[in-house]
């Protein structure tokens, strides 16, 4: 970066990072009126007419500027997107990566990208739209006294996004979550093990919805569901041997206490030595030791992110709140052959699980 590039702490507003102004990517021009480019125009023509000897590099030269006009004054008009991470690299500066492919794929509005740590209230009445990713981004917005720009989250779990909104009701906020549907887990499940029948879970009691919303999700299946509630970190294995010892499979829900990094090692080597697969959501997950796992990347999340921005330069109005389109299904053969599964490959089972989804 320049040393005049912009304070608000862009990290890669473009493929040709322009260090001051930021073009199109960081800050919104006032348009040049009609009747100023027609002034400029028919003075540039006249000037050119009273040159009798103009050479061609002077000619070039005026329709540059012009076309640099022209130019100038598009990009100023097209909508304005400030992509707020919570971090400047890993997943986060993946998805900014991917969504600024996107954009310069379909066009249609502008990009700016900047870290939660860099952000001032004022800084939003730049842009027309904000997208948040992931939760410390999202709590940063919502901590706000107040913001009009429509906000859409991503990378940010169901349960996360509405802890964390609770009481924006009447904002313009949408989101994509991060976690997959209850209904293609148990797809996935029933396509990859159909000998399955009984699938256990972990649920936390905080949560206990989560119970319901997954049984929602049973009828006309051959799944019963087999859960283990815990209230904290000390009884959550507990819960997972009783889970274990009826359950054909174990579905993993994101929970920041039950599957973080310092439980998921020892909760894949507990299911394994009691012959239960695990199903995972995540790669890493799947690289751990989960027999296969469903989630999407962050350029899966991208692409969607780039249609509902889209939609809303439509329509001026977020959709509700929804799951991920698209989706990635890895499997790790070498655990699958080691609890003696014969599981489909990654792409047949993704290509099964899309087709199924579209059936009425």
């Known amino acids: 970066m320049c040393a005049d590039a912009d304070p608000m702490g862009i990290i890669s507003p473009s493929d040709d990072d322009a260090c001051r102004p930021l073009a199109a990517y960081s800050n919104r021009f006032r348009s040049i009126s009609g009747t100023a480019r ?11 007419a009273g040159r009798t000897r103009a050479d061609g590099a002077f000619l070039a030269r005026c329709l540059s500027f012009l076309f640099a006009l022209l130019f100038a004054n598009f990009a100023a008009a097209a909508p304005s997107v400030l992509v707020l991470l919570t971090e400047a690299d890993g997943a986060y500066a993946e998805f900014a990566e991917a969504l600024k492919n996107e954009r310069g794929a379909r066009g249609g509005f502008s990009l700016a990208v900047a870290t939660r740590t860099a952000l001032s209230p004022g800084d939003l009445a730049a842009h027309d739209l904000v997208v948040a990713v992931g939760a410390g981004a999202l709590r940063v917005l919502a901590n706000a006294a107040d913001v009009p720009t429509p906000v859409l989250s991503v990378l940010v ?85 009783r889970v274990l010892d009826q359950a054909d499979v174990f579905l993993a829900l994101p929970d920041p206490q039950a599957h973080n990094a310092g439980m998921v090692r020892n909760l894949l080597l507990t299911s394994f030595r009691a012959r239960v697969p695990v199903v995972g959501f995540s790669a890493a997950y799947a690289r751990a030791g989960a027999v296969m796992s469903l989630y999407s ?16 330069l439509d ?30 490959d990654e792409d047949a089972l993704r290509d099964r699980l899309v087709r199924q989804e579209r059936l009425p």
């Open 297 to 312: 990347t962050p350029e899966q999340i991208a692409r969607q992110t780039a249609d509902l921005i889209g939609e809303w």
């Open 157 to 241: 779990p169901q349960s996360a996004y509405e802890s964390i909104t609770a009481g924006g009701a009447g904002r313009r906020w949408s989101a994509i979550h991060i976690d997959q549907p209850y209904s293609r887990q148990l797809l996935l499940i029933r396509s990859a093990l159909p000998d399955a029948r009984r699938v256990g879970v972990l649920v936390n009691a905080e949560h206990p919805e989560r119970i319901q919303t997954l049984r929602a999700a049973l009828p006309g299946s051959s799944l019963e569901l087999v859960t283990g509630v815990f209230q904290a970190e000390s009884s959550i294995f507990p819960a997972l041997s």
């Open 315 to 344: 329509r001026h109005v977020w959709p509700e709140a929804r799951y991920p389109r698209h989706f990635t299904v890895s499997v790790n053969s070498h655990v699958a052959r080691s609890l003696g599964l014969r599981i489909e």
């Open 38 to 48: 027609t002034r400029v125009l028919a003075s540039i023509h006249s000037f050119i």
